[in-house]
């Protein structure tokens, strides 16, 4: 249930929080050893010239903090799908009913009354309907950013860089542990996810998120996804961002938009950030940094 996903994420970020304290070897060994061991550091990339470009440019790099999308603001229309599996018992159904409606503010004189209603009065294909569009709603309540573990790839720049004309930011993941630790390594298939109703697991919430189909596998995804979290904000250590990258056709407009971002950040006390410029190869198709 999305309460107990979230209860799972609040106990990741109170574990997280306790790992503060070690020293940055010990907490980059310590997301190394992971089950799904994690990068070194994650990437972003983000145009320049886009709606909300500038305001996010100037989230990462001044206020240190991710906003995070729900799944229908994403580019396909897969996100969050899955199958759906075994319905529970008639408690467990009543259990997960109450508590979307509790949530929705429902009187709990009309919960009393609706939920046996919908349980006793419906037949088993309705539960069903109903259950996948009670657990479809709370996935667009989910919080999600998204990384990628390259800074090179001549996809994600034509796809998520303004076609090589914007930039790549760069997260270090020991230095901004609270925050990034949370990432989950996203899977790709060509078969979407069991999901039960209610769900098993608190883990099993986040299956649907963390896969995809295989023609995004280029990508190499990690998401931070927070139940509840849909358009809020995740702050991270200002230390976190270390390098902001430009691709090979980013132009002098995009550079003086973010060089006054980075004075900006300066004058925050916020610690300074390198720049580094990429290029096209000489012989290959591939990116190389700029000497």
């Known amino acids: ?3 107990n996903a979230k209860q799972f994420v609040d ?89 979307s409606a509790a949530a929705q503010g429902l009187s709990r004189h009309v919960i009393q009354s609706a939920v046996p209603e919908l349980l006793l009065g419906t ?45 790549c930011i760069e997260f270090d993941c020991a230095e901004g542990l609270r925050t990034f630790g949370l990432c989950l390594k996203v899977r790709y298939d060509n078969t979407m996810p069991v999901l039960d109703y209610p769900e098993k697991s608190p883990k099993d919430l986040f299956n649907p998120i963390v896969r995809k189909a295989e023609q995004w596998r280029y990508e190499r995804e990690w998401r931070i ?34 060089r006054k971002l980075l004075d900006e950040r300066r004058k925050h006390g916020h610690p300074p950030i390198n720049e580094r410029t990429l290029s096209r190869s000489d012989n290959k198709y591939e990116l190389v940094d700029s000497t």
């Open 11 to 99: 106990y990741m970020r109170s574990l997280l929080l306790t790992k503060e304290s070690l020293s940055y070897n010990e907490r980059q060994e310590f997301l190394i050893k992971q089950p799904i061991p994690f990068p070194n550091f994650f990437y972003h990339y983000r145009g320049t010239s886009g709606a909300n470009d500038a305001r996010n440019l100037h989230d990462f790099l001044v206020n240190s903090r991710l906003f995070l999308r729900r799944p229908r603001d994403f580019n396909d229309p897969f996100e969050c799908r899955f199958q759906f599996g075994q319905l529970g018992t008639i408690t467990e159904l009543y259990d997960r009913f109450t508590e």
């Open 1 to 3: 249930m999305e309460g």
């Open 225 to 258: 996804a927070i139940p509840s979290g849909a358009h809020q904000y995740l702050d991270f250590p200002s230390s976190s961002v270390k390098t902001i990258i430009y691709g090979c056709e980013t132009n002098d407009n995009t550079r003086k938009l973010i």
């Open 123 to 167: 037949n088993h294909s309705s539960i069903r309907e109903t259950a996948m569009k009670e657990t479809l709603s709370r996935f667009q309540a989910i919080g999600i950013f998204c990384f990628c573990e390259s800074y090179k790839d001549i996809l994600m720049w034509g796809h998520y860089g303004e076609s090589h004309r914007g930039v």
